[in-house]
T-cell receptor, first 115, second 113 residues
Framework: RKEVEQDPGPFNVPEGATVAFNCTYS??????FFWYRQDCRKEPKLLMS???SGNEDGRFTAQLNRASQYISLLIRDSKLSDSATYLC????????????????FGKGTKLSVIP | DGGITQSPKYLFRKEGQNVTLSCEQN?????MYWYRQDPGQGLRLIYY???????QKGDIAEGYSVSREKKESFPLTVTSAQKNPTAFYLC????????????FGDGTRLSIL
């Protein structure tokens, strides 16, 4: 099983639509979770951290389900500028030895918002 | 402004040549990382350093070398032993705490001549 798995897409949605991305992770000891956004040929940029209770930042909502080892990102009222690849990122936490500070990146889900 | 600076933006390597990619940060971060990204692939960790004068191999360290003589700097050398070096190279840093996200430089694209 891949460590961090995402649907590669692409997701093609009209402006104003709501779109949801899902991500599963295999390491049950994972402690921290993030969503990054990567524009074409650019570096990844942090979109938001994901907290156990779920968290919201404007049009973006992230949720974590530890029991199912599942993370989600919901984007409401999609804008053209939301078009990008969204990366699910997981850290294995402080108790996993030499790899404790490593992040594992999913391959990303591509979103295209269409006028 | 605080940030991570990578240079050069584009780099071309001849066969048998070693090349060095620069990464400098002024965020006062303890930990620094090097990743490689190939088209359609996730980021893969090459090397990381949690403190000055110490670094660890990541998942794909073969054919690469690093040094961490200063807190601000973490250069990556792509040696001639790396047979498939064409990729997008990304440097990142964070405080080193496991729950802190990493912040990235804008990357170096390396191609073979």
């Amino acid at each position: 099983r891949k460590e961090v798995e995402q649907d590669p897409g692409p997701f093609n949605v009209p402006e104003g639509a709501t779109v949801a991305f899902n991500c599963t992770y295999s390491n049950s000891a994972s402690q921290s979770f993030f969503w990054y956004r990567q524009d074409c040929r650019k570096e990844p940029k942090l979109l938001m951290s994901v907290y156990s209770s779920g968290n919201e930042d404007g049009r973006f909502t992230a949720q974590l389900n530890r029991a199912s080892q599942y993370i989600s990102l919901l984007i409401r009222d999609s804008k053209l500028s939301d078009s990008a690849t969204y990366l699910c990122v997981v850290n294995s936490g402080p108790h996993s030895g030499a790899g404790s500070y490593q992040l594992t990146f999913g391959k990303g889900t591509k979103l295209s918002v269409i006028p | 402004d605080g940030g991570i600076t990578q240079s050069p933006k584009y780099l071309f390597r001849k066969e048998g040549q070693n090349v060095t990619l620069s990464c400098e940060q002024n965020l006062n971060h303890d930990a620094m990382y090097w990743y490689r990204q190939d088209p359609g692939q996730g980021l893969r960790l090459i090397y990381y350093s949690q403190i000055v004068n110490d670094f660890q191999k990541g998942d794909i360290a073969e054919g690469y070398s690093v040094s961490r003589e200063k807190k601000e700097s973490f250069p990556l050398t792509v040696t001639s032993a790396q047979k498939n070096p064409t990729a997008f190279y990304l440097c990142a840093s964070n405080s080193g705490a496991f729950n802190q996200p990493q912040h990235f430089g804008d990357g170096t694209r390396l191609s073979i001549l």
